[in-house]
């Protein structure tokens, strides 16, 4: 594993300075970092002009309050969580260093955000409800004859209150999700999104295809621009229960995806090698906004190693197989 670059390590201070005061060893280490280069100071300070640049743009920028409650109002504001959020994504953004998950600056202006391993809840106008799981980002238009979401990053549990004036349409990059009835689940990916319907009927449509499916309780589906298709059933019950506890259940699901959702619910770094931990399968039921706790799980479980630089830069590998 390499040592962070300089853009890492003053996105990771930029971070934790974020998060609030230093403690006395935190301010005496950085303080050390500070001095052992220029160029430690000159890219903390770039980072944060660049950040306030962002935080203007989106005091500019309308908010939803045609379709938000009052209840959503202070989460329009940018607290210190997000400044911090922020930091990490322009690292990457800006200097092409740091695997943040595909964070993209069209985040950073969403009408409703959550950091990683924060989950919100936030009714709507008409009496729907949208929530959020950790590190998940999105638009909200309702309009005379629509209610329309768009689903930026992450998962989102809707809650759909009957208008049969305005259809209520979840979108992401791969298609669209057409309630018909009440409560679902939206997880918008890398490559495709999928749904998984917790109560009554979802039509869902791929972006650029004429395909529709009819998605009901318990049953799940995928979608991508081109194509959809049915995915495996599952117990309502048991991923109501993951979301009301802020969970992840694997059922013998690829370490490296397991890790993959636990980096999107961290503000530090992640790193693992994926050829390196293939063949390894998870079957765990984990704390989504406990990740640091979930990976002692995991090493506790699995052959593997958990290490880095701190908490805010992690390192995953596998132990040597013993002879």
Not at 139 to 149: L, M, Y
Request: glycine share 8%; no cysteine; charged share 25%.
């Amino acid at each position: 594993m390499s040592v962070p670059s300089i853009e890492e390590q003053a996105a990771e201070w930029v971070l934790r300075l974020g998060e609030g005061g230093l403690d006395a060893d935190e301010q005496g280490e950085f303080d050390a970092w500070l001095l052992a280069d220029p160029r430690h100071q000159a890219t903390l300070l770039r980072m944060q002009g660049v950040i306030r640049q962002i935080q203007g743009l989106r005091s500019q920028r309308g908010p939803a309050t045609a379709a938000l409650g009052t209840a959503a109002v202070p989460a329009r504001s940018t607290p210190l969580a997000r400044r911090a959020l922020l930091s990490l994504a322009l690292a990457g953004a800006l200097l092409g260093s740091l695997p943040l998950a595909g964070i993209e600056p069209r985040d950073w202006l969403a009408d409703l955000h959550t950091a990683p391993g924060q989950w919100r809840t936030v009714p709507l106008e008409d009496g729907s409800q949208l929530t959020l799981a950790g590190h998940s980002a999105v638009d909200v238009q309702f309009t005379a004859g629509e209610r329309r979401i768009r689903l930026l990053r992450g998962q989102l549990l809707v809650d759909v209150a009957h208008d049969p004036g305005r259809p209520f349409l979840v979108h992401t990059d791969d298609g669209s999700f057409r309630a018909l009835g009440t409560r679902f689940v939206v997880a918008a990916g890398q490559q495709r999104s999928e749904l998984t319907m917790l109560e009554s009927r979802v039509e869902v449509r791929s972006a650029d295809a004429p395909a529709l499916l009819l998605v009901e309780r318990g049953e799940r589906a995928w979608v991508a621009r081109d194509a959809l298709g049915p995915l495996p059933a599952i117990d309502p019950s048991r991923v109501e229960q993951a979301w009301q506890r802020h969970q992840l259940v694997a059922d013998g699901a690829p370490l490296d995806q397991v890790l993959d959702a636990l980096a999107a619910q961290r503000r530090g770094v992640l790193r693992f090698d994926r050829q390196a931990l293939r063949g390894i399968k998870v079957s765990a039921v984990l704390p989504l906004d406990d990740s640091q706790r979930a990976l002692q799980l995991l090493a506790e479980a699995l052959p593997i190693r958990i290490g880095g630089l701190g908490r805010w830069w992690t390192t995953v590998e596998r132990l040597p197989q013993t002879k």
